[in-house]
């Protein structure tokens, strides 16, 4: 029993000693859970690490970002400086233009000399723009990749932390703990800055340079300074008032009317001009008072009234080749002052001028020694008439480059379009001009054929120009018709008609708004002598 009784408490003894199954649970579970709870805290530090490196990461992206628009900005601000310097050269080129050479190569050289500030500046701008772009990726980058080490550090810390707790677990139970891979943060890549284009457009000089021969035959600027400029067209208003006077030296006939005067008139002159580089447009009125009006040579008075009439008005365009010009205004064509321009009518007189008429023409430059202009005319209401007008004019030809020639024709022959009956006319001339000393004394010619089909006149004229310092020009020039008488090419009585008559004239600016001009010639086509006076003061 006594055994028994030991073996017994033994037994229970033991039993007793040994540990519960919770107990044993509890002791193998409890590293786990350790293990556990280290891996969850370890993700949640990482994923603000995430969070904050992102955050890093998106601000250095908008500061990338500002910093591009900065350099935007910059160049934005680099192109209206490019466009200010185009204006800028354009002016200069529009001052250019109207000066004389020296000031043409002073403008052209300011041209240069902003164009290069300009592409100076355009190319800092780049630059700059360039380097902020630059330095907005290696911040971005740099952010990147800081965040990126902090996120990796991170998870090798949490792996560190796991893999320990699995060690201390592993001799009750096997724990199996695998931690999720962290993303890495990608770098958002700053927007490219806006590019600034350097070039600049030439503004000085065409491509195409034109012959020497065409660019010295270029005739004068119309408009010197103008008024105002409107899209590259310059326009100037020029106004003046002209007072004439004539008075005759009766030698072959009485003075009928005793008259202090045989001529005074005078009118006022309006006109608007417009140009460019191509093209050129004129509007000009007279205006005519009636106490200072003539009808006519004898100095009668006309319609008591004012009046005015459109002496001009026509629109050029055209290029180094070809141009064409339409509108009104005369085609008064003389070497001298008081002969001349025969294929438009005869016609002689103190400042003389041929009527406006309404016209197309053609201007053609078919070689460099010659330019040709083909007119076509009426005065016709209906245009039930109407006139061809053709000029060749021949320049620097070989062996005769001082001399300049004109051939030129005119017939009346779309008469016939509309009667059949109509009396044809045909006209033409042969002018010579030769600056003997340019800008000083010059030589001129002219001869034509009048009426060719019916009644032959040929009047011929030669003349000679003088340029003085204190007289701007001095002309002497003589005209012979036979059988004036004959042809009715005259005024006055038909008894003292002469073949030969002469005439002199003087130009001077007396101030830089009043001119004067004076002439001493034969009175019509008679015997008779004539002083003209002619005054002309410029308003604007």
Request: glycine share 4%; hydrophobic share 45%; with cysteine.
């Amino acid at each position: 029993m006594k055994k028994m009784f030991l073996a017994t408490c033994l037994l229970a003894a033991s039993v007793f000693a040994a540990p519960s199954a919770e107990d044993v649970k509890a002791v193998t579970e409890k590293p786990a859970v350790e293990a556990k709870t280290a891996v969850t805290k370890a993700k949640t530090a990482t994923t603000k690490k995430k969070a904050k490196a992102k955050a890093k990461v998106e601000k250095a992206a908008d500061n990338a970002k500002a910093t591009a628009a900065a350099a935007d900005t910059k160049a934005q601000e680099a192109a209206k400086a490019t466009e200010a310097a185009k204006a800028e050269a354009a002016d200069a080129k529009t001052e250019a233009k109207a000066a004389v050479a020296e000031k043409a190569q002073a403008a052209d050289a300011k041209a240069q000399e902003t164009n290069k500030a300009v592409e100076a500046k355009a190319e800092a701008a780049k630059t700059e723009a360039a380097a902020a772009e630059v330095k907005a990726e290696a911040a971005v980058a740099e952010q990147a990749q800081a965040a990126d080490a902090k996120a990796q550090e991170a998870n090798k810390a949490v792996e560190a932390k796991a893999e320990a707790a699995k060690t201390e677990a592993a001799p009750v139970a096997e724990v199996k703990a695998p931690a999720e891979p962290v993303a890495e943060a990608k770098a958002q890549e700053a927007a490219p800055a806006v590019q600034v284009s350097t070039a600049v457009e030439a503004t000085s000089e065409p491509a195409a340079t034109e012959p020497a021969s065409t660019a010295g035959r270029k005739k004068k600027k119309m408009i010197e300074n103008a008024v105002f400029t409107v899209n590259e067209i310059d326009f100037d208003i020029n106004a003046d008032f002209e007072l004439e006077a004539g008075k005759v030296f009766w030698t072959s006939e009485s003075d009928e009317n005793s008259d202090n005067l045989e001529t005074w008139n005078g009118k006022a002159n309006l006109a608007i001009l417009a140009e460019t580089n191509n093209f050129k447009g004129k509007l000009a009125v007279a205006f005519y008072p009636t106490d200072l009006r003539d009808d006519n040579a004898k100095g009668e008075t006309g319609a008591a009234e004012d009046y005015f009439t459109l002496d001009e008005a026509w629109a050029y365009q055209g290029n180094n080749w070809f141009s064409f010009k339409v509108g009104r205004w005369d085609n008064t064509d003389k070497n001298g002052d008081y002969f001349g321009g025969y294929i438009d009518g005869y016609l002689n007189g103190f400042l003389s001028t041929q009527d406006p008429e309404n016209q197309f023409e053609f201007g053609f430059v078919p070689t460099e020694n010659m330019d040709i202009a083909l007119s076509f005319i009426s005065k016709s209401t209906h245009l039930n008439k109407g006139d061809l007008r053709l000029v060749f004019n021949f320049h620097d030809l070989p062996s005769l480059e001082l001399l300049e020639f004109q051939l030129g024709y005119r017939s009346n022959v779309f008469d016939k379009v509309h009667d059949s009956d109509a009396k044809i006319k045909h006209n033409a001339s042969l002018k010579v001009r030769a600056p003997i000393i340019p800008n000083f004394f010059t030589a001129f010619g002219e001869a034509a054929l009048l009426d060719i089909s019916d009644d032959l006149a040929v009047p011929f004229t030669l003349g000679v120009e003088f340029n003085f310092k204190t007289v701007d020009r001095v002309i002497l020039e003589a005209e012979c018709l036979s059988n004036r008488r004959k042809h009715g090419y005259f005024e006055g009585n038909p008894k003292h008609v002469r073949a030969l008559l002469g005439a002199i004239y003087v130009e001077k600016a007396l101030t830089d708004r009043f001119s004067l001009s004076a002439g001493y010639h034969s009175y019509g086509a008679t015997k008779d002598f004539m002083l003209s006076g002619n005054l002309v003061g410029r308003i604007n």
